[in-house]
């Protein structure tokens, strides 16, 4: 069983309430997303978390990112409820506010430099018997397609997009970032091991066509953390030394 909490070395996500807990995946997500901002690559003043459930994406931005506004939303009473509880106890709490809402549905005065999110992952495909998860987890809550329309509305001229997504998944979901008008800028393909097929990928999109940058993570060689790994990540995770 899941732990109720995972403790980072500068906030702790309480998960109790949500039906999807803190994995690595979105953690590298995270992690890789707020890097890029850090180092100056991407000119950001102001974030939007699509879907943020325990608001682990967002409390990573900020630790990382100390100029930055995040707003997140979340339509799971639960979740929502969680992530108010997570952003309210960390140090970030005044940069950091939630809305309890579809996203379809949300209204904002301002446009996004940054929209990022770990959406539903599986759309037409054998679905849980919990709702909270089907909606976390299916395209119950939000397609991939309605992801798009909802960044075309929300992003300033000059912003980016980052997604997760299952491996699966990436070449369509190119193809319909592209029919908006959202060019691949970057992308981080990611395995468990080197003997291990890729199983997610982050993509990262703007407004303009570029050539598009292709790497690779592996997270484990063996039983040990790979040094890229935990290069991404020492930030962070309380076991990680360089």
């Keep these: 069983m899941p732990n109720n909490y995972f403790r ?28 890029k901002v850090a ?4 000119p950001v003043a102001s974030c939007l978390d699509i879907g943020c459930g325990t608001g682990l994406l967002s409390l990573m931005f900020a630790q990382k990112n100390p100029n930055a506004i995040i707003d997140a939303v979340e339509i799971e ?40 999110s770990n959406p539903p992952f599986y759309e037409n495909e ?29 992003l300033s001229p000059r912003g980016y997009f980052a997604v997760l997504l299952p491996y699966h998944r990436i070449k369509y979901f190119e193809e319909l970032a592209e029919g908006s008008n959202f060019f691949l800028h970057q992308k981080l393909l990611i395995r468990h091991t080197p003997t291990h097929n890729f199983f997610r990928g982050i993509l990262l999109f703007g407004n303009c066509k570029t050539d598009v940058k292709i790497n ?19 930030d962070y995770y309380l076991s990680l030394t360089l």
């Design 8 to 35: 980072f070395k500068e906030f702790t996500i309480q998960q109790e309430k949500c039906s999807m807990k803190v994995c690595t995946d979105a953690c590298i997500f995270g992690a890789w997303i707020a890097e």
């Design 216 to 234: 690779e993570l592996t997270i484990k060689n063996g039983e040990s953390y790979t040094h890229e790994f935990t290069e991404l990540l020492k």
């Design 126 to 154: 054998l679905q849980s018997n919990e709702k909270n998860k089907n909606i976390a987890k299916h395209d119950e809550g939000l397609l991939l397609k309605d992801l798009v329309a909802i960044t075309e509305k929300h």
């Design 39 to 42: 180092s100056n690559q991407l």
């Design 77 to 116: 009473k639960n979740a929502h409820e969680q992530a108010k509880e997570n952003f309210s106890n960390s140090e970030w709490n005044n940069r950091l506010k939630i809305f309890h809402i579809d996203v379809k549905d949300f209204v904002s005065q301002k446009k996004y430099d940054l929209i990022i």
